[in-house]
């Protein structure tokens, strides 16, 4: 590259050197240089000659001795027309490596940019060691000998007078039966979700076996934990059974109304009466008599889960 391209000089300066022509470099350098900046004074000034070398009215001084000094270079005629294209800022090429709104990235960036700035609190060990060791049921003197660590030091670390060692946290966290990084995990907020149904008397579904008769209640509710219904105890012995009535969970039984007696696979009978309730494993085989003069009436609750 010749010293015109490689040299900023100032565009009067450039023109009048040129004008007179460079003595050190010829005069095929001035008029290279005469063209350059006659691409800058159009860039710069807007407007050209026309085809007969007159400025045209919006050209000022600075570009007209420049054209006057090219004209003079190249021999008496104007340069030839040097086209401009206007580029609206809304057409202009998008650079090549822009992501697409559908990219992970351009997602992970917008949430971060839209979303609220949540900042997760620091987790105080000694209250989380507590905090574990209150949800066991323990004493110090009982989580100490189940973690291997001196009653002194489990005090020292939940009251934060200490820092233990990773040797320590792992013992604690065994002893715990959780992982290390459980120790430093906030405990998951339980937040309401406002479900509920209410059932008046009478407005359960009824479901009617050989031996009882049902009564479902919340049944619109969906995805419930567990199924309560209530239950009119229809059979009298237990040989009106087709064996023994078993399924997945546990179920809890109240008596309503009248007497019953319950018979269990691995336990004696019993009565229960207005009032009284049990609860057993669901799996285990089971079924219900009445024993009182009229049909007794029970809530049951099964879970589902």
Known sequence: MGWYGSTTWPLGTQAAVAAQGCRPCG?????????????????????RPDAHGKDPPQAGPAQRKLWRASAAVSGGSPPAPLRRTRVHPTTRPMPSNRHDETDPRS???????????????????????????KAQGWTLEQAAGQAGLARSTL???????????????????????????????????VEANGRMVV?????????????????LLADKLTSKKMLPYRA?????????????VR?????FLLVLT????LFTEFYAPIE???GDSAYYDATMGHNVVSVSAEDATILWVTSLT
């Open 272 to 274: 229960l009466r207005r």
């Open 155 to 189: 005090s020292k670390i939940e009251n934060g007078q200490m820092s233990p060692t990773y040797e320590a946290l792992k013992k604690l966290a065994d002893g715990l039966k959780i992982s290390v990084p459980q120790l430093f995990t906030p405990p998951a907020k």
């Open 247 to 251: 399924h997945e969970g546990e179920e």
């Open 27 to 47: 005069r095929h350098h001035a008029q290279g240089l005469l063209r350059l900046q006659l691409r800058a004074g159009v860039t710069l000034f807007g407007g």
């Open 107 to 133: 997602l992970i960036r917008i949430a971060r940019e839209s979303g609220e700035a949540i900042e997760a609190a620091p987790v105080d060990l000694g209250e989380r060691v507590r905090e574990l060791r």
């Open 199 to 215: 059932n008046t008397a009478g407005e359960g579904s009824a479901h009617a076996t050989a031996t009882y008769e049902h009564e």
């Open 232 to 244: 009119r105890i229809r059979a009298r012995s237990m040989e009106e059974f087709d064996g023994w």
């Open 258 to 261: 009248g007497v019953v007696r």
